[in-house]
């Protein structure tokens, strides 16, 4: 691929200006870049969604397969689209692994062996809506090989994977580099950068600043300097919301209680045997691999899960499936998951998505006053999206949406605040700036943090506690066992 003297124009977002760029098959670039920098309008472009305003771009692969998180976005949509949970008398899982994998070419020795490099085979006949973010990323992946594209565009591939999901993937990835696939990877933060890429770029609001390399880009005196993220924003945060509090809540009673916790699928039981109490300021931390129930447990946790009625169950004082209204509840938790963002997908601007955290609904559809829009501008100024308030939310970035997201989880500055890796799409920047402002919240007042992340460098300093998930039986039908510290 050549570029020369090209600029792209997205509706969305910066120019993209590449003036001298030469890129070859026998190359794996990692280009790095945050939230608005041109990652986005390099992709399309690459992949034939945009057209250029000037310049030359030459040799362009004929068959460009670009995986990210709106693509795995659009294939769970499909998923809800054919969802026939309501016209039958049992919970349709959607199409299984195994279906997806040969809806692009019939079963060969190469189904065989991305099964065995991306450990999927205990998930093969499994629903797609049933996997776990991370899960359903190696499915995308493999979906990705199996097409054989020239080449193989990975938009933050890592997202959602656990620790050692991502080390495999990183040996998967670098194995297929060495089979010939031309790879290229967009990343926003530089921990990601594998160890096989030959060369790497700095894109900063649609500038390419280093490009060269991956010996000759790292050691760059340039290079330091632009990724220096070492000093914190210091601020103020909006004031705390009353009406949503708990007055007078006795410091030692739980905010959460299960009792003998137990969530089963038709594929077998995922964890059972949990007693666990969740008491004010007791920050927690949740730990265990893709699948392990993580995301299952915080979704019993806000009542989200139809299984919730069917545990012992105790949220802020209401037993589940007592007569209480799922509102009482939801009134005083914010929510940030994987889950949330793929549900999103009403009309409406960045401010009216912030302000839904005060109505918990996904959209707002009561009244709501100037206080509540000044309030959501206070947050999406304090999150560095003061100019994108009326922007509508479906085109804002992936990374965009997600600092929506997590400011209408915040707004409340809640009594439970449920983070289910929260700062998946964000760049470096963004991600410090996340996680201090839930640090401010927590010293800030009383609010409680349930917390999943699989990255080690997202660590709250003041969560003390631990709740961990590790495989007890292996296989399809994997049972976890659950530790507290």
């Known amino acids: 691929m050549q570029f020369h003297q090209v600029e792209v124009e997205p509706r969305h977002g910066p120019t993209l200006r590449l003036d001298q760029w030469q890129l070859e098959p026998n190359q794996s670039w990692v280009i790095l870049g945050g939230n608005g920098s041109g990652k986005s309008a390099l992709a399309r472009l690459l992949n034939g969604d945009l057209p250029l305003a000037r310049g030359e771009f030459r040799d362009r692969p004929a068959r460009v397969h670009w995986l990210s998180l709106e693509s795995q976005q659009a294939l769970y949509e499909r998923e809800l689209y054919r969802d026939e949970t309501d016209f039958s008398d049992h919970l349709d899982p959607g199409t299984s692994v195994r279906e997806l994998l040969e809806e692009i070419r019939p079963w060969d020795e190469a189904h065989d062996r991305l099964v065995a490099l991306l450990k999927l085979a205990p998930l093969l006949d499994r629903g797609y809506r049933l996997l776990s973010s991370g899960e359903g990323r190696k499915v995308m992946l493999a979906r990705a090989v199996l097409d054989r594209p020239d080449l193989l565009l990975l938009d933050e591939p890592f997202e959602g994977l656990d620790r050692q999901a991502r080390l495999d993937l990183i040996d998967v990835l670098g194995e297929l580099a060495n089979g010939g696939q031309w790879l290229m990877m967009l990343i926003g933060q530089r921990q990601d950068v594998p160890p096989w890429a030959t060369h790497l770029a700095l894109l900063d609001r649609g500038q390419l600043m280093l490009q060269g390399t991956a010996d000759a880009v790292l050691n760059h005196p340039d290079w330091t300097a632009a990724l220096d993220l070492s000093a914190r924003e210091s601020f103020d945060l909006p004031e705390r919301q009353s009406d949503f509090q708990l007055p007078d809540w006795p410091a030692d009673k739980p905010l959460v209680e299960l009792h003998n916790g137990r969530v089963e699928y038709a594929t077998g039981v995922q964890f059972e045997g949990l007693d666990w109490q969740l008491r004010p300021g007791e920050h927690t931390q949740i730990h265990g691999p893709n699948g392990c129930g993580k995301s299952t447990l915080l979704s019993l946790v806000s009542c989200d899960h139809p299984q919730c009625y069917a545990n012992n169950l105790t949220?802020?004082?209401?037993?589940?499936?007592?007569?209480?209204?799922?509102?009482?509840?939801?009134?005083?938790?914010?929510?940030?998951?994987?889950?949330?963002?793929?549900?999103?997908?009403?009309?409406?601007?960045?401010?009216?998505?912030?302000?839904?955290?005060?109505?918990?609904?996904?959209?707002?559809?009561?009244?709501?006053g100037a206080h509540e829009a000044q309030l959501a501008r206070q947050w999406l100024d304090l999150l560095g999206l003061a100019d994108k308030a009326g922007e509508a939310f479906k085109r804002l970035s992936t990374g965009e949406q997600r600092l929506v997201l997590i400011a209408r989880a915040l707004i409340k500055q809640p009594p439970l605040l449920i983070l289910d890796e929260p700062t998946q799409g964000l760049d470096d920047v963004n991600r410090f700036r996340v996680l201090a402002a839930v640090e401010r919240i927590l010293e800030a007042g009383p609010t409680t943090l349930l917390f999943v992340s699989h990255r080690d460098d997202e660590q709250p300093a003041l969560i003390r506690r631990h709740l961990r998930f590790s495989a007890e039986q292996p296989g399809a039908s994997a049972l976890f066992r659950i530790t507290t510290e």
């Open 315 to 368: 949220v802020f004082g209401y037993r589940r499936g007592q007569g209480e209204s799922i509102w009482d509840i939801k009134k005083h938790l914010g929510l940030v998951s994987g889950h949330l963002h793929r549900d999103y997908r009403v009309a409406g601007n960045a401010l009216t998505a912030v302000v839904s955290g005060l109505t918990d609904s996904i959209g707002v559809y009561k009244d709501t």
